[in-house]
Structure formats: C-alpha cells, structure tokens
C-alpha cells in the first residue's frame, strides 16, 4: 500500500534562511509525487509535480524538490525563504488509483 | 478562467442533522475529489468523481455520500451529522484522475456540528 510521511510537523525558519522540507514515500512503483501548499483560510495549490526525468524538479514561487529513489524521499527546497512562505506544506503521492496526502508541515517564518 | 467554487462556506448544523455541500469545479475538468481536513487527521480523502462515475471512495462510513452530475457539478452529503464531522471540506477538480494529474482546490466549507 501506498502512505507518505512528513516527519517534521513544524518548523521555525528565519527570513532569508534557507528551507528543507522533508517527504518520505512508500509505494512499489514509482509514483506521481506532489508538494502542494495551503495558505490560512484557503484551499491548497500546487508547487510541483514529478514522475519521470530530472529528478530534480522546479516549481513555482522559487520551490524545487529533489526525487532520490534509493531513499524513498522527494524534499522540498527553497534556497531563501521569505515571509509570504509561511503556510502549510503538503506532499502527496499518487498513482492510476488515487492521492493520498502525508500530514503536512506547518511553516513559520521570522523576520 | 474561473477557478473551484465551493458553497456555502461556513456551516453550522446540530448533531443528527443531515448537510449537502456543493462544489463547481473548473471549466471542462472532468474530476472531481472531495476531502474532509481536521487538526487531529489531517486530509483525508472521500471519493472521486470522474465523469459523474465514483471511482475511488476513502474510508468513511456510509454516512458520506455524493454524485456529480454531467456538468461535473458535484455535491456531497453527509447524513445524521456527529460531533466528528466537524472539518473543513475541500473540493479539488483535475483535467484527470486525481492521483495523476494536478489537482486545483476550493477554499473549502467550513462545517460546524454543534
């Protein structure tokens, strides 16, 4: 069966400061892997997506996430992180079948 | 191009009530997802609509329902309400099945069972 983890559920970064968040995966194939985010009060959006490629993978608003197969994991990276990140983030894995959400990061950023 | 609707958004119904929650997904998006998000579950998923089919449905009792008509309009129901249901209910629409494809969410309905 298919699950994800987010091991970290919450996390302090300063404005500036760079960003790692982690995302570990359990599926038998490789799968269709997501890093969604959800500002207060509203629905969620999507960074990025990857499936097959450069397992390194560019998102929007200056995101990107690398998949390493021989860790299970697809983290989310942003090499400065800026006031506005603050939010929660999401990283989902799918297949033909459905999604299933880890349970999110909760981003707090400081100026 | 207008994004997910979801109506109402925010919802106070009493315990043993039943509560029908729409969702208008985006122009020529043929599926429809709908999750129920809390602090202690976080998102969970309820089903899926593809073509006014349910292909997938989550682990919840039958008390959670919905169907999604030719316009792709999709509503859920929840019967005989119970202080758990409290959640946030959000809707996603996607070009494709959900699991492979980009999903674009509502803001979500806010439900309150008192």
């Known amino acids: 069966a298919q699950s994800v983890t987010q091991p970290d559920i919450h996390i302090t970064v300063s404005e500036g400061a760079s960003l790692e968040l982690r995302c570990n995966y359990s599926?038998?194939?490789?799968?269709?892997l997501f890093w969604y985010v959800q500002s207060p009060g509203q629905g969620l959006q999507l960074l990025l997506k990857?499936?097959?490629?450069?397992?390194l993978v560019q998102g929007i608003k200056g995101f990107e996430a690398e998949f390493k197969r021989s860790q299970s994991s697809f983290n989310l990276r942003k090499p400065s992180v800026h006031w506005s990140d603050a939010a929660e983030y999401f990283c989902?894995?799918?297949?033909?079948?459905?999604?299933?959400f880890g349970t999110g990061t909760r981003l707090q950023v400081f100026p | 191009k207008a994004g997910v609707t979801q109506t109402p958004r925010y919802l106070i119904k009493t315990r043993g009530q039943q509560v029908t929650l729409s969702c208008s997904p985006i122009?020529?998006?043929?599926?429809v997802s709908w999750y129920q998000q809390t602090p202690g579950q976080g998102l969970q998923f309820l089903f899926e609509?593809?073509?006014?089919?349910?292909?997938n449905k989550g682990n919840f009792p039958g008390r959670f329902s919905g169907r999604q008509f030719s316009n792709s309009r999709s509503e859920m129901n929840v019967s005989t309400l119970e202080l758990g249901d409290s959640a946030l209910y959000l809707c996603?629409?996607?070009?494709?099945?959900?699991?492979?494809?980009?999903?674009?969410f509502g803001p979500g309905t806010r439900l309150t069972v008192t």
């Open positions: 996603a629409s996607s070009l494709g099945t959900s699991g492979t494809n980009e999903q674009y």
């Open positions: 599926y038998g194939a490789t799968p269709y």
């Open positions: 990857y499936f097959s490629g450069d397992t």
């Open positions: 989902a894995v799918g297949n033909t079948d459905k999604l299933i």
């Open positions: 122009s020529g998006h043929r599926s």
């Open positions: 609509y593809f073509s006014e089919t349910q292909r």
